[in-house]
C-alpha cells in the first residue's frame, strides 16, 4: 500500500484481557518495527524485524508482550494479560532495511491507541 | 538511562521567534534523525544527518550534528503556528549496534501562538 496500515486505530480493554495489533507495512519494505508511545513522550522500542533473521526483541517489557510477521509482511502485535500500565499508543514503521551512508528512513503508521481500564 | 536527551522537554513562543531544540548523547552514533509529529499521526522525518559537523537547511530549519556525532540541534527561524508539534531526535548505530535500530529522545513539544 502507500503508506503503514495500523489497526484498530483506537482499542479499550479490560485489565487482564488480551489484545492484539495488526500492522500492514509498505509492499516491498523488509523491516518493520514496533515502537510504545506514552502520551506527548518519545517512542520505546519494542521490537525489530529484518528480512528472514531473527527478530531483535530486546525492547519487549515482559514475557506478556509477543509479536509475529508473516510472511515477511504484516505483522501482529499480541500483549497478554493487559495492565493499565499498557496503555499507549503503539506505533508500527516500515524501512526499505538498506542503509545508504549508515542511514535508515523509517515510516510510520498513525498508530494504535490503548487505553486499558 | 535515556540514552539520547532532548531539551527543552516543552517549548512556547510566539510568533517570528526564534528557537534551538538540543538532543545530547554520551554515545557516538552513526547517524541522526530528526522527526515531527503532529497529533493522532505517527512521526514524520525531517532530515537524516551521518557526518560529524554536517549541517543542513530545510526551508526555516537547520539541522546541524556535532563534530565527534554526539549530539544535534534543531534551529528553527522566524517560528511560525504550523511549526507547531512533538519534535524527536533519533539516532542509530550507537556502540556498534545495528543501523535499523532507531533510540528516540524523549520529544519536544512545541507551541507556536499567533
Known amino acids: 500500500g502507500a503508506g503503514v496500515s495500523q489497526s484498530p486505530s483506537n482499542k479499550v480493554t479490560e485489565k487482564g484481557k488480551d489484545v492484539e495489533l495488526r500492522c500492514d507495512p509498505i509492499?516491498?519494505?523488509?523491516?518493520l518495527y514496533w515502537y510504545r508511545q506514552s502520551l506527548g513522550q518519545g517512542l520505546e522500542f519494542l521490537i525489530y524485524?529484518?528480512?528472514?533473521?531473527?527478530?531483535?526483541k530486546s525492547g519487549l517489557p515482559s514475557d506478556r508482550f509477543s509479536a509475529e510477521r508473516t510472511g515477511g509482511s504484516v505483522s501482529t502485535l499480541t500483549i497478554q494479560r493487559t495492565q493499565q500500565e499498557d496503555s499507549a499508543v503503539y506505533l508500527c514503521?516500515?524501512?526499505?532495511?538498506?542503509?545508504?551512508?549508515?542511514?535508515?528512513?523509517?515510516?510510520f503508521g498513525a498508530g494504535s491507541r490503548l487505553t486499558v481500564l | 538511562t535515556q540514552l539520547l536527551e532532548q531539551s527543552p522537554q516543552f517549548l512556547s513562543i510566539q510568533e517570528g521567534e526564534n528557537l534551538t531544540v538540543y538532543c545530547n548523547s554520551s554515545s557516538v552514533f552513526s547517524s541522526l534523525q530528526w522527526y515531527r509529529q503532529e497529533p493522532g499521526e505517527g512521526p514524520v522525518l525531517l532530515v537524516t544527518?551521518?557526518?560529524?559537523?554536517e549541517v543542513k537547511k530545510l526551508k526555516r530549519l537547520t539541522f546541524q550534528f556535532g563534530d565527534a556525532r554526539k549530539d544535534s540541534s534543531l534551529h528553527i527561524t522566524a517560528a511560525q503556528p504550523g511549526d507547531t508539534g512533538l519534535y524527536l531526535c533519533?539516532?542509530?548505530?550507537?556502540?556498534?549496534?545495528?543501523?535499523?535500530?532507531?533510540?528516540f529522545g524523549q520529544g519536544t513539544i512545541l507551541t507556536v501562538h499567533p
Open positions: 544527518v551521518v557526518t560529524g559537523g
Open positions: 509492499s516491498g519494505h523488509t523491516a
Open positions: 524485524f529484518q528480512g528472514n533473521s531473527a527478530p531483535d
Open positions: 514503521a516500515s524501512s526499505w532495511g538498506r542503509f545508504a551512508s549508515g542511514a535508515n528512513v523509517l515510516t
Open positions: 533519533a539516532g542509530a548505530g550507537a556502540g556498534g549496534t545495528s543501523y535499523g535500530k532507531l533510540t
